[in-house]
């Protein structure tokens, strides 16, 4: 399989083992990530402060076509990352250009916020269902929902089914448009 070279949006209170599992899944099959936030530079940490992160560049600095896939991992960073105008434009021009969005726990909050749900199927962690059905989606209570380009994925018990469904995307998308 090619390598891909992955965009992880991600900043402070990440659900720290929604980065790390599927990061390290990634990197095992020999995909290359690059850290995207707020500011390139910054130090961000997970919820249980185990886990620094430092952005490689900021959303504002960055194109869809640098990557050929974009990781949100969940917990309060999506939500903070929504506010901001750079990662909302950036997680819609992804998912917009048809390449792999992987999106687990409330990942789906900047997809809402992108307003690139509609019509779609998708899940996430259970208080935002109904946000994801007012954003236009149809909620799918699975551990792994893959539809087009976006594989989705609910809690961290779902991780392991998340990286598979995420890692089989990758080779999909790579066998799609050859280098």
Sequence with gaps: MEMSRI?????DMFE????????????????DLVHV????????????????????RAAADVSVDEFDALL???????????????????VRRFV???KPVLAICHAPQLLITAQVLE???VTGWKSI??????AGAEYV???????????????????????????EKLKEAAVAVPR
């Design 96 to 98: 917009e250009s048809g």
């Design 37 to 56: 936030g707020l500011s390139a530079g910054e130090t961000v940490h997970g919820k249980e402060k185990r886990t620094p992160v430092t952005i490689d």
């Design 141 to 167: 209570d699975r551990e792994v929902v893959v539809d087009g380009n976006l594989v989705s994925s609910r809690k961290p018990e779902d991780i392991p089914a998340f990286i598979a469904a995420s890692l």
């Design 72 to 90: 949100i991992p969940g917990g309060y960073s999506p939500d903070k990352l929504r506010a901001r105008d750079a990662p909302v434009e950036f």
């Design 7 to 11: 965009a992880v949006l991600i900043t």
């Design 16 to 31: 720290d083992i929604e980065y790390t599992k599927p990061a390290e899944a990634f990197r095992a099959a020999g995909h």
């Design 129 to 134: 269902i109904q946000d994801i059905r007012n």
């Design 119 to 121: 019509g779609r199927k």
